[in-house]
């Protein structure tokens, strides 16, 4: 999904378009994302986490490798949209379904060692595509991004679980569910399991699910995630699609501004198991808003790092580190915040609103550099909506039990 942002200055000189043009292809994909997590991740709450998720996998693949034979703009933004609707029903299930196997006591290093795969993805897509299009063209970057999942698919069909307690409250044979169970307890009382999850099924409404994200109390978390969500998946976004080009507006080489964003997005994957780390040691609240506090500082130390490639890389780290891991460490939080009939539901919500964000931060881009703006200018903006998510973190901590 996050390729586009390495290939999107080949592509501009190879289509004779200005770079800000590209401001629609990035956000196709974050709108593809909020479609696919508002409309179709909540399906799995019904028929299971396991079959979303390969159909999700499936989906992306594929619209990813027709990516490659896209020969106009129009075409790119359509693919881009249709790729993100796959990825966008999978990342809430996939988180779900990690939260519903991790022991509490390691729920935060797990899901966040988890959803690191997707900055470490993205890392290694940024370090491997200047490689590719020097051999192959920018075409060869999504041909690789469209392979790997649809052979990944068989894998899942293989090996991938279904969530046990939401097999148990959709009322499947007794069986399936017990042999789920003996695997991660051999001792598990299956009779039990199975009647406290169909109770809670029971006590949820099956129509309006997400109506219940508002209820017994839930609203202002409700809220104050979705700000959280749609504030850092803003500047997330708004970062990682333009840094490339605006380092190479700057005067940086291509090259070099291609490998800070990458190492922006392997600084996240390093960052997102880190703070899983401390979250399941300290208060998570207090780990997320160090985080979005120490990030206001990296983003403006990288709008003023200027030609020092060293200064460069090693804000974007710490940004990545900051921000993808704060990302991450949400959906610990929001995974805690909701029972598990509708967990999957209240993570495609949030995802979803976060996705909002995702499509306006390119959007500002694209203005901001349209308009002329300074690429320092440009890259400091996004401290606003980090800004934004610490205020939002510091209100949620009046909401949610101290741990």
């Given amino acids: 999904m ?36 508002f409309l179709v991740s909540p399906i799995a709450d019904r028929i299971g986490r396991k079959p979303v ?33 796959g990825l966008g029903a999978a990342m809430p299930n996939i988180i779900a379904l ?7 006591r390691l729920r935060g290093t797990l899901i966040t060692l988890m959803f690191g795969g ?41 090996l991938l679980p279904e969530s046990p307690g939401l097999v148990a ?14 695997q991660i307890d051999p001792t598990a009382d299956v009779d039990l399991f199975i009647k406290a999850k169909r109770h809670e099924r029971v006590q949820t409404p099956r129509r309006l699910t997400v109506t219940r994200l508002f209820g017994d109390g839930r609203a202002p978390v409700t809220l104050l995630l979705w700000l959280i969500y749609f504030a850092n998946l803003l500047a997330m976004y708004f970062l990682v699609n333009w840094l490339p080009t605006l380092l190479r507006e700057a005067g940086l080489p291509l090259s070099m501004a ?43 130390g990288l709008a003023f790092a200027g030609f020092h490639l060293v200064v460069v890389i090693a804000a974007a780290i710490i940004a990545g580190f900051t921000m993808v891991g704060a990302q991450t460490g949400c959906h610990v939080i929001t995974t805690l915040a909701y029972p598990a009939p509708i967990r999957a539901t209240g993570l495609g919500w949030a995802l979803g609103v976060g996705r909002l964000g995702a499509i306006v931060g390119p959007l500002i881009g694209g203005t901001l550099l349209a308009a002329a703006w300074q690429p320092h200018s440009i890259i400091l903006a996004a401290t606003v909506p980090t800004a934004i998510a610490l205020s939002a973190i510091l209100l949620l901590a009046r909401f949610l039990p101290a741990r």
């Fill in 2 to 37: 996050q390729v586009i942002a390495y290939v999107a200055p080949r592509m501009a000189d190879s289509w004779g378009l200005a770079p800000a043009s590209f401001a629609q292809a990035f956000a196709a994909g974050p709108l593809g994302l909020a479609a696919g997590a």
């Fill in 53 to 85: 998720i390969i159909g999700s996998t499936l989906l992306f693949g594929l619209f990813a490798l027709l990516t490659a034979g896209a020969q106009t703009l129009g075409q790119l933004v359509a693919l881009r949209f249709l790729t993100g609707i």
């Fill in 169 to 182: 409250s959709l009322g499947r044979p007794t069986s399936r569910i017990a042999s789920i169970l003996r």
């Fill in 258 to 300: 291609i490998l800070s964003t990458a190492t922006l997005n392997f600084g996240g994957a390093a960052g997102g198991v880190a703070l899983g780390w401390l979250i399941d040691r300290y208060s998570p609240l207090k780990m997320l808003g160090w985080s979005y506090a120490i990030a206001i500082l990296a983003i403006a």
């Fill in 98 to 104: 990690t939260g519903e196997y991790a022991p509490r």
């Fill in 118 to 158: 997707l900055p470490l993805g993205s890392a290694i897509g940024g370090f491997i595509s200047h490689w590719l299009m020097a051999a192959h063209d920018w075409q060869a970057v999504f041909l690789l991004g469209g392979v790997l999942p649809l052979l990944l698919v068989l894998l899942l069909l293989w």
